[in-house]
Structures are given as C-alpha cells and as structure tokens.
C-alpha cells in the first residue's frame, strides 16, 4: 500500500460553527463550507491551518457513529485520514493480513473510503480514503450519477464493537 499523506485530522465537535470559529480567532484558520455526509451520518467543515486540514464534524443525526464517540469521550480528534494511491489494493493487502476493514463508499464526490479496525491500530481511528483521479476525458456514468436524485443511505455502520476502542 501506498500512503500519499495525511488527508487530515477529524475533530469530533458538538458545535460546528463555535469550534470553527475558535480555530479562525485563535490560529487564523480559513473555513471552508459546511457540508453533510450522509454516508458518514456528519456534518463537517474543513478548515486550513497552513498546509494543513483540520475536519470539524458534528453528528448529523440522532444515529450517527459519532454521536457515542462525544458521549463517551467529548470532544476531541476522532480519526486520522490516509489517502491512498489505490483503495481496494490496500484494504485487500490489509484483509490478507487479518485486519477487520470497513467496505468502501463514496463519503463525498470524488472521494471513496474505508475505516481500519481501531484494535489493529492501537486505538486510532484510521480512515483510508482514495481521491477520483483528474481525467480529461468526460465520465457519462458519474454525471449521471451527479444528476440523479440522491439515494437514501443510513450511514456507514462503525459501532462500538466493530471500529472503536470499547469492547
């Protein structure tokens, strides 16, 4: 597997707009808009700190992953996402080395991505996520998919006893 670089850390937040504006006032952060992820059942923002990433992500629904992680723990950094060269070559490289992984999904445009057992991982949550190659060449199938009516998912299912740190 290759590791491209870190794509950023994940901070788990009650308040997206408090904790945004905390790293704008106390860091010079640059937020970027908000947005939702169904699949991963958050809402999110990305703010820059250099070269850097920081994702806020607050709980988008009553269900979501996240939502355990801030009752047991509070606030605090929830995964470290890796981009990967290839997602599938990874999680197969990983799988034949016994490590529970999550299925891939696509968690926003152009992005799919895995979660890695947090018990193969010393009690970090590692997101490996590929990034849609830029390509000239217009893809029928994904504009398609951009103008069809959203498909209803719950998110993905990263319980405590699959992908976190409690037994």
Do not use: K
């Not at 290759?2 to 937020?31: K, M, P, Q, Y």
């Amino acid at each position: 597997m290759r590791i491209i670089r870190i794509r950023h850390v994940t901070l788990a937040v009650r308040d997206i707009e408090r904790a945004r504006s905390t790293f704008v006032a106390l860091f010079g952060a640059e937020g970027g808009e908000d947005s939702a992820s169904e699949t991963l059942g958050v809402r999110r923002v990305d703010v820059s700190l250099g070269a850097s990433t920081l994702q806020l992500a607050a709980p988008l629904t009553a269900d979501s992953p996240l939502r355990p992680f801030l009752d047991r723990r509070g606030e605090a950094v929830y995964s470290v996402a890796l981009e990967v060269d290839d997602l599938d070559a990874a999680l197969a490289e990983l799988r034949a080395q016994g490590v529970r992984v999550s299925d891939p999904a696509e968690v926003e445009p152009g992005a799919r991505s895995a979660f890695v057992a947090m018990a193969a991982t010393h009690g970090l949550s590692v997101q490996l996520v590929q990034a849609e190659q830029e390509d000239d060449a217009p893809d029928p199938e994904r504009e398609a998919a951009e103008h069809a009516e959203p498909e209803t998912r719950r998110p993905l299912d990263l319980t405590p006893d699959e992908w976190s740190d409690v037994d």
